[in-house]
């Protein structure tokens, strides 16, 4: 069965939207997560220059308890406490989550703080419009930036992070990032390589339309309908149902002599003295075009040609 070429075409076109779709979406996501581990650092960073504010203001008293950084003991209003490791931890982290206990105790950190420094090292950072929110828990109790949790589906919703030693202080943030911010930081490579297939797809979608719509507008003075098949006299090409049958030229005149021999058998002579008058080998010839003829119709059983014995040959239709 002959696949129509008009769907066929539909298929195509559909199938190469469909990957630009995939594209965009891989593409998209790709800047959403670029985005996201920008947020990240950004967060990181606001806890950092947070604590180094509050750590500035409170004095906090460590001494280590053993070589290996094993345990610290900490000095606060409460008195000494000790807190013991399983296994040597590097000394400057575990001095952070300790003075973070500690100062949790003391002056505890601000959402709305974390969330303007938050804001401020985007806009650094080149994201901008950019809705953003902390939440800061501190033994099962949250605390919100602008005394709002709220944030929509589409929001990014980082990670929770834990701030202190024993885990009882964490924050998280979140950020409503517009399309825009996304695009923005999407590699070049990767947004220059979605708007070249757009606008190549775009191109080959709008030029196969127009050769549809070409395609049927065919200049019927210049053309012989039998049925559903029509001729093209000048561009010497073959449509039936709508789709084009492809023919070499000889083959084209070949069928037009038929045609206009309608009913009637054409012999060979009369095919050699129409092609091939003073070729000693034009029976091959004829044979060799009827054959391709015949196989370039095959599609279309009511369209058929009959070799007759004694008689030649004869265009048939069937009503």
């Known amino acids: 069965m002959k696949i129509n070429a008009k769907l066929l075409l539909l298929a195509s076109i559909s199938l190469g939207w ?11 996501k790709e800047g959403k997560n670029n985005l996201t581990d920008k947020i990240i650092d950004c967060v990181q960073d606001a806890i950092n220059t947070d604590y180094q504010e509050r750590l500035n ?11 290996k950084i094993k345990g610290f003991q900490i000095e606060s209003e409460d008195g000494i406490e000790t807190i013991s490791f399983n296994e040597g931890t590097n000394q400057s982290a575990v001095e ?15 959402p709305d703080e974390i969330n303007d420094l938050l804001k401020n090292k985007l806009k650094r950072n080149g994201v901008e419009n950019v809705r953003t929110g902390i939440i800061y828990s501190n033994n099962g109790k949250s605390f919100f930036s602008n005394s709002d949790s709220t944030y929509s589906k589409s929001s990014i919703i980082l990670p929770t992070k834990y701030i202190d030693i024993k885990k009882a202080q964490s ?3 979140w950020a409503t990032v517009p399309y825009t911010e996304i695009i923005k930081i999407i590699s070049p490579k990767s947004f220059w390589s979605v708007v070249t297939y757009f ?5 080959v979608s709008i030029s ?19 049925g559903n098949m029509i001729l093209n006299l000048e561009s010497q090409n073959l449509y039936i149902n709508g789709n084009l049958c492809q023919l070499t030229p000889i083959d084209f005149r ?5 045609i206009n021999s309608p009913n009637k058998f054409v012999t060979k002579e009369n095919i050699k003295n129409k092609f091939w008058p003073t070729d000693e080998n034009s029976d091959s010839k004829i ?23 004694n008689k030649g040959y004869r265009f048939n239709v069937k009503e």
């Open 57 to 67: 203001k409170i004095l906090v008293l460590y001494r280590p308890t053993g070589r």
């Open 254 to 258: 070949l069928l037009l002599l038929f």
């Open 199 to 203: 606008i190549v797809l775009f191109i």
């Open 18 to 28: 469909l990957i630009f779709s995939i594209l965009l979406y891989f593409t998209y």
């Open 287 to 309: 044979h060799t075009h009827i054959s391709t003829l015949k196989s370039s119709l095959k599609d279309y059983p009511e369209y058929t040609i009959i070799t007759e014995i």
């Open 171 to 173: 924050i998280q943030a």
């Open 96 to 110: 952070r989550l300790c003075n973070q206990y500690v100062l949790s105790k003391i002056l505890p950190p601000s």
């Open 208 to 226: 196969s339309i127009k050769g549809t719509k070409h395609g049927k507008q065919i200049n019927r003075s210049e053309c012989i309908e039998m």
